[in-house]
C-alpha cells in the first residue's frame, strides 16, 4: 500500500521560508500527479500547487504564485515545496496529494493518495 509521509512544517515569522517535503513509502509515484493542499481549522481543504508526473507543467493558486515552487525528485520518490515570503494567512496544515489525474488534484479534493499532514504557523 502506497503512503505518503508529509515534513518539514514548523513555525516562522512573516516573510521567512520553509520547504516541505512529501515521501512516498510502499510503491512508485513516479507517473502521479502530485501536489499540495492546506487546510484551516472551520475552512474547507484549498488547493495550493499541483505538478505533472515528470516536472514539466506546474500549477499553483493565485494566492501562492509567485511565492511557493513545487518540484520532485522522481528518483528519491518526493516531492516538494518551497515556500518562500510567508504571511500570516498562510498558516495551515499542508497535505501532500497524489493521483493519476491532473484535473483530480487541480478541481477536487478526491486525489487517490494523501499524506498526515503538516503544520505551518506564519507569525506576524
Known amino acids: 500500500q502506497t503512503q505518503l509521509v508529509d515534513s518539514g512544517g514548523g513555525s516562522v515569522q512573516a516573510g521567512g521560508s520553509l520547504r516541505l517535503s512529501c515521501a512516498a513509502s510502499g510503491g512508485t509515484l513516479s507517473t502521479y500527479v502530485m501536489g499540495w493542499f492546506r487546510q484551516v481549522p472551520g475552512k474547507e481543504r484549498e488547493f495550493v500547487a499541483a505538478?505533472?508526473?515528470?516536472?514539466?507543467?506546474?500549477y499553483y493558486a493565485d494566492s501562492v504564485k509567485g511565492r511557493f515552487t513545487i518540484s520532485r525528485d522522481n528518483a528519491k520518490n518526493t516531492a516538494y515545496l518551497q515556500m518562500n515570503s510567508l504571511k500570516p494567512e498562510d498558516t495551515a496544515v499542508y497535505y501532500c496529494?497524489?493521483?493519476?489525474?491532473?484535473?483530480?488534484?487541480?478541481?477536487?479534493?478526491?486525489?487517490?493518495?494523501w499524506g498526515q499532514g503538516t503544520q505551518v504557523t506564519v507569525s506576524s
Open positions: 496529494v497524489a493521483d493519476e489525474a491532473l484535473a483530480v488534484v487541480v478541481t477536487t479534493t478526491l486525489a487517490s493518495y
Open positions: 505538478i505533472t508526473w515528470s516536472g514539466g507543467s506546474t
